[in-house]
């Protein structure tokens, strides 16, 4: 496909910052232990996700950043390399309706049976709701409009890689067994907040009760077993994989499964603060969907992981 293959080539052709830089940030992230777990869910509550039934998986030792890749971040990559997103050559990007304010009107197209997001000229990683807006209050926050190849873009600057769909799963799931969150069962441990969801009528009221409307800094709420930060909730997050069915259940469990050897859609894990239990529920470990690589939104992001 002629898309892919440019895009691709724009990822590709990012000049590596060099062994420092990997060196830096691989010293900030999280060693993930590895072993054999559950990987998916007992029933799907989408079927077309293809997330069940559960089957064991088995993952090497691996390094996780702690956080979504952040604006700061994401400026200091571009800066260095004078990178230009999907969103920023496309020249839009989807846009959430509430976050619009008093632009809404401005913004009337929309994708089909999908009135609440909105297309923004000018939509981009730094000017999240168009035109007028940046990033500069919020340079903690989890970078968003990035497509799939921004991310293979990033990751390559930084020596890094996506995490692979098990991996990220394996790490979310923070050592716990077959638990629905990062932290247990509860979607609210002790009657308080643990993510960044939607809370309200959906699409039309976001109460912001959780203490957000949007994305939430990186490192909102406590962290998992293995130190990592908004593993559900916050922003979706792209991992390596092309979509498909899970890792064959067998007697023995799959070792580092990297996912259908081809296709076209990209995976992304976790949920984002537009999930909803009557629209999205999918802000479990178990949880994910589909994207093609090409595409950018208002609350997608990413993680990068390594090789231990």
């Known amino acids: 496909m002629a898309t892919h293959a440019r895009y691709i080539a724009r990822s590709m052709a990012v000049t590596p910052g060099g062994p420092a830089l990997t060196d830096e940030l691989r010293a900030g992230m999280k060693g993930i232990p590895g072993g054999i777990f559950e990987m998916g869910a007992r029933r799907s509550t989408f079927p077309a996700d293809l997330d069940s039934p559960r089957r064991k998986v088995k993952v090497s030792p691996f390094l996780m950043a702690p956080t979504t890749v952040t604006n700061s971040d994401f400026a200091r990559f571009v800066e260095a390399t004078g990178y230009s997103t999907v969103a920023e050559e496309e020249g839009w990007s989807y846009v959430f309706h ?15 049976g999908l009135p609440w997001w909105r297309k ?24 968003v409009h990035v497509t799939w190849y921004d991310a293979v873009a990033y990751a390559r600057w930084g020596g890094l890689r ?3 769909e098990a991996e990220w799963e394996f790490a979310a799931r923070g050592g716990l067994k077959n638990k629905k969150f990062p932290w ?57 994989d092309f979509f498909g069915a899970l890792p064959e259940a067998g007697v023995m469990p799959a070792t580092d499964p990297v996912g259908p050897a081809g296709g076209y859609a990209r995976v992304q894990r976790g949920g984002s603060y537009l ?4 629209y999205c529920d999918r802000y479990h470990v178990h949880s994910r969907t589909q994207n093609d690589p090409d595409s950018s939104a208002g609350n997608g992001g990413f993680r990068v992981a390594a090789d231990a």
């Open 98 to 112: 509430l976050l619009l304010g008093d632009n809404l009107a401005n913004w009337p197209e929309s994708p089909p």
């Open 120 to 143: 923004v000229d000018g939509a981009r990683w730094s000017a999240p709701e168009g035109p007028g807006s940046d990033v500069t209050s919020r340079p903690d926050h989890p970078v």
């Open 162 to 164: 996506l995490p692979r």
């Open 184 to 240: 247990g069962n509860d979607m609210m441990p002790g009657g308080r907040y643990a993510m960044n969801t939607f809370q309200g009528e959906f699409p039309k009221v976001n109460t912001g009760d959780d203490g957000w409307i949007g994305t939430a800094s990186a490192d909102a709420f406590e962290p998992n077993g293995y130190g990592l930060y908004t593993m559900t909730g916050n922003v979706w997050e792209w991992v390596q």
């Open 275 to 278: 999930c909803h239990v009557s």
